[in-house]
Nanobody, 127 residues
């Protein structure tokens, strides 16, 4: 059974940083691309970032480019999201998810590409 556990969220002031982690189990982690999504109160879930199975290719939403960095450690079955220069607009629940394939593709921003989801970690940015 696939299990994803996010951690690292919290309350931070605008301009601050956090490092989110997602530990995976129950799958051959290194065989799958991974993604991060977020959902703000009253809004739909939106794509944040994706990373290929090897970590060599990444993709970001325009709103986070230059501020967020996705990475992975296949030896630890963990994917990370370093979030810097946080803004109140970044507030929400952050979810990691397992892509159905190995690679980052044009549709890696679509939630439908992802098979398994974690329960999320809350990020709250105060002004």
């Amino acid at each position: 059974q696939v299990h994803l556990v996010e951690s690292g969220g919290g309350l931070v002031q605008a301009g601050g940083s956090l490092r989110l982690s997602c530990a995976a189990s129950g799958l051959l982690f290194r065989s799958f691309a991974m993604g991060w999504f977020r959902q703000a109160p009253g809004k739909e879930r939106e794509f944040v970032a994706a990373i290929s199975w090897s970590g060599m290719r990444t993709s970001y939403a325009d709103s986070v480019k230059g501020r967020f960095t996705i990475s992975r450690d296949n030896a630890k079955n963990t994917v990370y999201l370093q979030v810097n220069t946080l803004d109140t607009e970044d507030t929400g629940v952050y979810y990691c998810a397992v892509n159905g394939g190995q690679f980052v593709t044009a549709d890696s921003s679509s939630a439908q590409r992802y098979q398994y989801w974690g329960q999320g970690t809350q990020v709250t940015v105060s002004s």
